[in-house]
């Protein structure tokens, strides 16, 4: 069973596809006329291209929606593709739950002819956004013991680094898309959707989240981040990382 299994059962309600992440995306894999998604979940940002998702867990691949491409059960340490088969690999916010990082992306070298493309996060970034640092820093270890360093992922792919900002109505709901809609954290349905914060517990979580709650109620949440009210989007980590291969 992965964890995904557990946690991912409702994980298309909060989890659509964001247009704007979905572009940076399109526009990494440039002109593939073949992908793979590797750690595919759900589906999300799978361009038309995409002949094969790769996804461990049963019930993300159940949710998977009329017409999107076959999906086979299998991982990313082992993907069931000959060499070189496709234009392009990618993997959208998955590389932190592989086994083995190193043959994840071996493999994603492996049956790609010209591109990988990865989105994942910097974590010396993601650790100071203000509802880990100021409310759920329970949260933070362990999303500090699962991340990839980004140095070390754009070492091991010899890939270039693109920062992508988190709009402020962003529609996918990973953990720093509501960075200006703060009530929606107290929202059980939107931290089941975020897998740290799923995984961390709301038991652990319940003293940060009355915080919050009434740093909402009292005004104090609004006086405090009155600058975030005024920007359009946040840089909360998030980093697109781009390999051309030889």
């Not at 979905?22 to 992908?35: E, F, P, S």
């Not at 009329?66 to 998955?94: Q, Y």
């Not at 799923?198 to 109620?217: F, N, W």
């Amino acid at each position: 069973m992965t964890v995904y299994d557990t946690i991912g059962r409702t994980y298309t309600s909060t989890r659509r596809p964001d247009p704007r992440v979905a572009a940076r995306i399109t526009a990494a894999l440039g002109d593939a006329a073949t992908v793979v998604d590797v750690g595919a979940g759900a589906g999300s940002y799978e361009p038309p291209t995409t002949v094969l998702a790769v996804e461990p867990s049963p019930t993300m691949i159940a949710q998977r929606p009329p017409g999107a491409a076959p999906a086979v059960r299998a991982v990313a340490e082992a993907i069931p593709l000959p060499d070189k088969s496709v234009d392009a690999a990618m993997a959208v916010l998955t590389i932190h739950h592989w086994t083995d990082l190193a043959a994840g992306l071996a493999e994603l070298r492996r049956v790609a002819r010209s591109r990988v493309v990865i989105l994942t996060w910097d974590q010396t970034v993601a650790r100071e956004f203000w509802l880990l640092r100021e409310y759920l820093p329970e949260a933070i270890a362990i999303d500090d013991a699962r991340a990839v360093p980004i140095d070390r992922l754009a070492d091991a792919l010899d890939a270039r680094v693109e920062a992508v900002p988190v709009p402020h109505d962003c529609t996918d709901g990973f953990l720093a898309a509501y960075w200006r809609r703060p009530a929606a954290y107290l929202d059980p349905a939107v931290r089941a959707g975020a897998s740290g914060l799923a995984q961390t517990g709301d038991t652990r979580l319940r003293p940060g989240l009355a915080r919050l709650e009434a740093d909402l109620t009292s005004g104090t949440w609004t006086t405090n981040h009155a600058d975030l009210l005024m920007m359009d989007e946040l840089d909360a980590g998030y980093r697109l990382l781009v390999a051309d291969l030889p």
